[in-house]
């Protein structure tokens, strides 16, 4: 079973900031497997990133993704006020603990 | 846009079976590949299991003796059991859904909360 480590598990940041998360895998996932996600409090889970690189529909372009192998990132460009979450990592059946990325 | 939305008891006794159904808007149901996934209380998001298009189920190995996951064309729903609940099943569970992957989802209910108690 892949295990999907998230790191760091907590990011304070400011608005206008870059956020740079980390993905690490226990094996090699193919990078087409490899998504990410936005969950705030009392919403649904929102894809943002899949096949390790692609934005999802309506996903705006400060967002991005990159990595392959064992090894992955999901970047914001420049933080929003509506950017402060958490955000999971997922490849099949698994996914990783989560940062929260929280106004600094 | 496909809307989904979850349903069931949102109070279980231990032991017995939890059971919950999301109801698909888009009435192409066999279009899609379905999950349920789950995040208990403080912690983190936890993968249930999947119906492909396919139909062929897999399920989370640590739950994989206790879970159900089925279809149901003609009423537009999926469903989950969970049986021989404890107090470690308590958490919002959530189905979701994608039309071109079952690995992620694009489409996801609010959620639902179920609490295990006697």
């Known amino acids: 079973e892949i295990v999907l480590t998230q790191s760091p598990g907590t990011l304070s940041l400011s608005p206008g900031e870059r956020a740079t998360l980390s993905c690490r895998a226990s094996?090699?996932?193919?990078?087409?497997?490899l998504a990410w996600y936005q969950h705030k409090s009392g919403q649904a889970p929102r894809l943002l990133i899949w096949?390790?690189?692609n934005r999802a529909a309506g996903i705006p372009d400060r967002f991005s993704g990159s990595g392959s192998g064992t090894d992955f990132t999901l970047t914001i460009s420049r933080l929003e006020p509506e950017d402060f979450a958490v955000y999971y990592c997922?490849?099949?059946?698994?996914f990783g603990g989560g940062t929260k990325v929280e106004i600094k | 846009q496909v809307q989904l939305q979850e349903s069931g008891p949102g109070l279980v006794k231990p032991s017995e079976t939890l059971s919950l159904t999301c109801t698909v808007s888009?009435?192409?149901?066999?279009?899609?590949?379905w999950s349920w996934i789950r995040q208990s209380p403080g912690k983190g998001l936890e993968w249930i299991g999947c119906i492909p298009r396919s139909g062929s189920t897999n399920y989370n190995p640590s739950l994989k003796s206790r879970v159900t996951i089925s279809v149901d064309t003609s009423k537009s729903q999926f469903s989950l059991r969970l049986s021989s609940v404890t107090a470690a099943d308590t958490a919002i569970y959530y189905c979701?859904?994608?039309?071109?992957?079952?690995?992620?989802?694009?489409?996801w209910g609010q959620g639902t909360m179920v609490t295990v108690s006697s």
């Open positions: 094996q090699s996932v193919g990078s087409f497997s």
């Open positions: 888009d009435g192409a149901i066999s279009n899609y590949h």
């Open positions: 979701a859904g994608d039309r071109n992957s079952i690995i992620w989802s694009f489409y």
């Open positions: 096949g390790a690189f």
């Open positions: 997922q490849q099949p059946g698994t």
